[in-house]
């Protein structure tokens, strides 16, 4: 149980083009979401956090008009780059944690980004 | 933001122990976990440590002293397959975690 999917895996767009990836959670209701960005070599960096219904929780130096977060079920969060740049380029991974407010946070596998 | 330290990189003999450390300063502590990451995949869950002591999972156990802001992850009977990278994340309040820099272990015949 308790699996997250991404999709898609993999996409390359051009600059100034717009970029959505969907976070699901299959077997389970996902109360929070939350958005991490990796870039080569270095560990994740949380984005941001979502609660269904309600707007994301951003972290700091994170644009939030940059990196849209909707998170309209209890089984779907997406986030959207707009305007992507090459420096976006990265893998963008998604947790969910479930009703049941269990401690993990169960990753889904990664969506690798390159913009050209 | 959140101060946690592991060592970039480690390498380790096949059916040695290796004990990875981290370091972490930070307020409102609310647990310790560490992940395995394979390049290019997500991270997997190892283990969780909210009170002091050693928590023991097959060849794997976690220790964690709060006073002391440190924990360490032991693998033994180390194998081929557990090259990956270790990572040490800090929660935060309910729900938020924060990655230290990770580090890559690298095991050796």
């Known amino acids: 149980g308790a699996v997250v999917s991404q999709h898609p895996s993999r996409v390359i767009c051009k600059s100034g083009t717009s970029v959505k990836i969907e976070c699901r959670s299959l077997?389970?209701?996902?109360?929070?979401m939350f958005w991490y960005r990796q870039f080569p070599k270095q560990s994740l960096m949380l984005m941001a956090t979502s609660n269904e219904g309600s707007k994301a929780t951003y972290e700091q130096g994170v644009e939030k008009d940059k990196f849209l977060i909707n998170h309209a079920s209890l089984t779907l969060s997406t986030l959207t780059v707009t305007s992507a740049h090459p420096e976006d380029s990265s893998f963008y991974i998604c947790?969910?944690?479930?009703?049941?407010?269990?401690?993990?946070?169960?990753f889904g596998p990664g969506t690798r980004l390159t913009v050209t | 933001g959140q101060n946690i330290d592991q060592p970039t990189e480690m390498t380790a003999t096949e059916g040695a122990i290796v004990q990875i450390n981290c370091t972490y300063q930070?307020?409102?502590?609310?647990?310790l976990f560490w992940y395995q990451q394979h390049a290019g995949e997500a991270p997997t869950f190892l283990s969780y440590n909210v009170l002091d002591g050693l928590e023991e999972k097959g060849r794997f156990s976690s220790f964690l002293s709060r006073s002391k802001g440190y924990s360490y992850l032991l693998l033994k009977e180390l194998q081929m397959k557990d090259s990956a990278s270790y990572l040490c994340?800090?929660?935060?309040?309910?729900?938020?975690?924060?990655f230290g820099t990770g580090t890559r272990l690298t095991v050796i015949p």
């Open positions: 077997d389970f209701q996902a109360t929070t």
């Open positions: 994340a800090v929660k935060k309040g309910a729900n938020n975690l924060f």
């Open positions: 930070t307020s409102g502590f609310n647990g």
């Open positions: 947790s969910a944690t479930g009703l049941a407010g269990g401690l993990e946070q169960y």
